[in-house]
């Protein structure tokens, strides 16, 4: 019942919706009082032979009114109950959602997209039932069962009322028993599906990888298997489904047994009325429901329970990322890419013994390109993941035109960013939505302005529908190297101070790449960039390139200064000239 308690607060919100539902649920239950009491009355005028035209239209017009009062009841609660209980599954989603989007990348490495999409879809349901079905059936098991009840003793006979309920209580104690196996074995098939569509899911867009790799047969077997172990696991649902039916016929059907032995004996010692026995019948299939009820309340509030216990827990956690010391007066225009990096040492949070950052140390003027070079590995893209706030915990002090970036509110910074990371990520939607994500006010001119900056416009004019092409799982599928222009047209409309390219130019060949660099020049001629890269004529005219190893700086120059002195640079420079060199003469 703690749960209740536990979402006081919605209840609480939804006082009255819940108070007129209530009201009408509990009228219901005593609307249902009328038919049985009109049966035993209209048995007992037969019984003694007499009756008329006119009683026999009283009777008719009164169980005929009391169905139709049952209808607009039962409308009434309905709309109300269920409608709370749409509302809290309404703001439970809602604060779910938002909370995934205020988590740091931390959160996201700590719970696995599976689980997260698990609580957002089947603990909120499990919620969302303790405020419908939950409260339906306490207010029906107590309501309805006691005023039933008290019909019965009140209209019939109070021995008669508590020999024929006393098999009941196992109806309530079956309905939970049962209940709480065929909910098991139904979470345990759901799981067994759910595994089963993720590898559904998984071969079908691995199928090229899969069939490259000859391995289809092999496929086909594990997931043959697979099919066998769900429906060995779900047979489990049938047969505790099975045997919750019968048990409910046989504990009424003991009843009614009861009722018939003892209740004719009271007739027939004139205890009784015929009409009394036939009101009793009737009430008993009024109970059966309220029974049952209580046997699945305690389901429905132990399973809400549990669902809104983990729901809080992943509610309770903390974003490592606030805008707890932000400057909220600053706005967009108060960053500018002056930007000064100090970072004395960085480690990530969940390895913090390991450093992964130490001693970087550079300015960059408005105007200025940065390069970033190194093995893999190196700590390029940890540079930029602290620029973008992606994590706080380091040693030091990044600034942007003097401002401290964990003293800058972090949607001004990062509307001051615009970031083309290693790994592209498109929305199925169209072309033109997909370059206006950044900026969804932007104009067509604008979008296409951006798209020939990067080199795809041509591309894109080739498309069926151009601009309105679909990408992703139901359009087109794009190239590695579209995808990446796609991701560079992107963050070009967004116009901001700082752009960073993160092997953003990896995919494109090398003509590809010296248009897009020199559109980028023009472009960013008085705006600040980052480039991360491979390869080095991505960076041969940055005004500084830093050489990194193990998280350190370990050359730092221009290009030219670079070759001269002669390190790890000047012979990855070499090197890659020889392979172009050899690439060339292959074509
Ligand atoms: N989230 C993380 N948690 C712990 N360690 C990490 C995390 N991300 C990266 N690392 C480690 O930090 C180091 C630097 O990685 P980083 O991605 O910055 O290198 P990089 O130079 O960008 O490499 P690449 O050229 O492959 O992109 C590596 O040793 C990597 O294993």
Redesign the pocket.
């Known amino acids: 019942m703690n749960i209740f308690s536990k979402l006081g607060w919605f209840f609480k919100q939804e006082k009255k919706r819940y108070i007129v539902g209530i009201t009408f649920l509990a009228l219901t239950s005593l609307a249902n009082l009328v038919p049985p009491r009109v049966l035993g009355l209209m048995a007992d005028q037969l019984d003694k032979g007499h009756i008329s035209w006119g009683q026999y239209g009283m009777l008719i017009i009164a169980v005929l009114a009391a169905a139709f009062v049952l209808y607009i009841l039962r409308y009434f609660w309905r709309k109300q109950i269920w409608g709370g209980a749409a509302e809290l599954e309404r703001q439970m989603r809602s604060k779910l959602f938002d909370h995934f989007m205020i988590m740091d990348r931390t959160f996201y ?1 700590r719970h696995r997209t599976g689980d997260l999409m698990a609580h957002a879809t089947n603990d909120v349901s499990a919620i969302q039932n303790v405020a419908g079905d939950g409260v339906l059936t306490l207010v029906d098991s107590l309501i309805m069962g006691l005023s039933t009840m008290i019909a019965m003793i009140v209209f019939v006979d109070w021995r008669l009322t508590i020999v024929a309920l006393l098999p009941l209580p196992f109806l309530a104690w079956s309905a939970k028993h049962l209940g709480d196996n065929l909910h098991n074995a139904f979470d345990k098939s759901q799981a067994a599906f759910s595994r089963l569509n993720n590898k559904t899911q998984e071969s079908i867009s691995g199928i090229k990888v899969i069939k490259t790799f000859g391995q289809s047969e092999q496929d086909t077997n594990a997931f043959d298997k697979m099919v066998d172990d769900t429906i060995k696991i779900n047979k489990k649902v049938f047969i505790w489904d099975s045997l919750f039916d019968p048990l409910g016929t046989i504990i009424i059907g003991l009843t009614y047994t009861i009722t018939i032995i003892y209740g004719g004996l009271l007739v027939s010692d004139k205890i009784l009325s015929v009409g009394q026995l036939v009101s009793f019948i009737a009430y008993i299939g009024n109970m059966v429901w309220p029974m049952f009820a209580i046997g699945y309340l305690f389901n429905i509030l132990e399973r809400g329970s549990a669902s809104y216990d983990r729901v809080q827990k992943l509610l309770d956690e903390k974003p490592l990322i606030t805008d707890a010391h932000a400057d909220e007066r600053l706005t967009p225009t108060d960053i500018h890419g002056d930007l000064q990096y100090d970072v004395k040492l960085f480690a ?1 949070p ?2 913090k013994d390991i450093p ?1 950052l130490r001693d970087i140390h550079f300015a960059l003027k408005t105007g200025q390109t940065l390069g970033l070079v ?1 093995r ?7 540079i930029i993941q602290l620029l973008l706030r992606e994590f706080d915990n380091y040693e030091g002090k990044i600034t942007l035109n003097g401002h401290d970036i964990r003293n800058i509110p972090l949607n001004v910074l990062l509307r001051q960013i615009a970031y083309v990371p ?1 790994n592209n990520y498109l929305f199925s939607t169209s072309i033109q939505k997909n370059i206006a994500f950044s900026d969804v006010n932007a104009q067509d001119n604008q979008i296409i302005a951006a798209a020939k900056k990067s080199d795809l416009h041509n591309d894109i004019l080739q498309m069926p529908r151009e601009y309105s092409t679909l990408v992703g799982e139901n359009g087109v599928s794009l190239s590695g190297g579209q995808k990446q222009r796609m991701s560079i047209a992107r963050a070009l409309l967004k116009q901001s101070q700082i752009l960073i390219l993160d ?1 953003a130019l990896s995919a494109v060949d090398a003509k590809t790449e010296t248009e897009i660099l020199q559109a980028l020049r023009k472009e960013r001629k008085d705006k600040t960039t980052l480039i ?1 890269a ?1 390869r080095l004529t991505s960076v041969m005219n940055a005004d500084l390139i830093l050489v ?1 190893k193990d ?1 350190k700086i370990v050359e730092r120059g221009t290009h030219d200064q670079l070759l001269a002195q002669n390190g790890w640079y000047a012979e990855m420079w070499r090197k890659q000239e020889l392979e172009d060199e050899v690439g060339d003469s292959n074509e």
């Open positions: 490495q990530y969940d390895e992964v190194g893999v590995g190196a700590g390029k893209t940890t290693q092997d991360a491979h990194l998280g």
